[in-house]
């Protein structure tokens, strides 16, 4: 199956520094996904972005499809970003469907 | 506008008890899939519905685990005979189309087995 690689794992930041947070995948993807876990466990929704750039106040991702990564930005960083950001992706060989996540980056943000 | 709702948000049960987990896809989507998010082993796929269908189930344990999605009402995930194994936060999500579309997450429910 596909593989799906985040980095770094971990990251401390003080309040105000930005942040770029990278999404490695290792076959042709069809959808891939930004997610943010709050430390309450809820999954929200970040980016749909498969190709190209979109930005969302303070978050901005980029994925180049051509080279298989993704990567998302934080500017500005506040303490309510702390949490972990998934990336997820899906591809053909798993029905074009099934969400494969990478283990995530825990983000700290301390003020 | 509500988004994908999930209910209990937390459930207790005793090993050997059953466990039923609820889902209601946001309005509109007919594609719902559940997820599990163990400790050590992150976010997996458990099984794609979509309405009186189970599209792949290839995720799902291949005992004590099912899943509904039936006509009327929410989708069921259901654990029989629950082990402390199955402990873990349960995600429901859901789409309007089957593929390559952004899926929606529920707040998840977590299962705790004593």
């Known amino acids: 199956g596909i593989q799906v690689e985040q980095s770094p794992p971990d990251l401390i930041l003080q309040e105000g520094a930005n942040s770029t947070l990278r999404c490695n995948f290792s076959?042709?993807?069809?959808?891939l996904q930004w997610f943010h876990q709050n430390p309450w466990g809820q999954l929200i929704n970040l980016f749909y972005?498969?190709?190209g750039t979109k930005q969302n106040g303070r978050l901005s991702a980029t994925t180049v499809a051509t080279e298989r990564y993704s990567l998302l930005y934080i500017s500005s960083s506040q303490t309510t970003d702390s949490g972990v950001y998934f990336c997820?992706?899906?591809?053909?060989?798993?029905?074009?469907?099934?969400?494969?996540f990478g283990k995530g980056t825990k983000l700290s943000v301390i003020p | 506008n509500a988004g994908v709702m999930q209910n209990p948000r937390h459930l207790v049960r005793r090993r050997g008890q059953e466990a039923r987990l609820r889902c209601s896809p946001m309005?509109?989507?007919?594609?719902v899939y559940w997820y599990r998010q163990l400790p050590e082993e992150g976010l997996k796929f458990m099984v794609y519905?979509?309405?009186?269908?189970?599209?792949?189930e290839s995720g799902m344990p291949k005992e004590r685990f099912s899943a509904e999605f039936p006509k009327e009402g929410p989708s069921i995930l259901r654990i029989q005979q629950v082990v402390r194994g199955d402990s873990a936060a349960y995600f429901c999500?859901?789409?309007?189309?089957?593929?390559?579309?952004?899926?929606?997450f529920g707040p998840g429910t977590r299962l705790l087995v004593l």
């Open positions: 076959d042709s993807v069809n959808n």
């Open positions: 999500a859901s789409s309007a189309l089957g593929t390559s579309e952004t899926q929606y």
């Open positions: 997820a992706v899906t591809y053909s060989g798993a029905g074009s469907y099934q969400l494969t």
């Open positions: 972005i498969p190709s």
């Open positions: 519905l979509q309405k009186e269908n189970i599209i792949d």
């Open positions: 309005k509109g989507h007919s594609h």
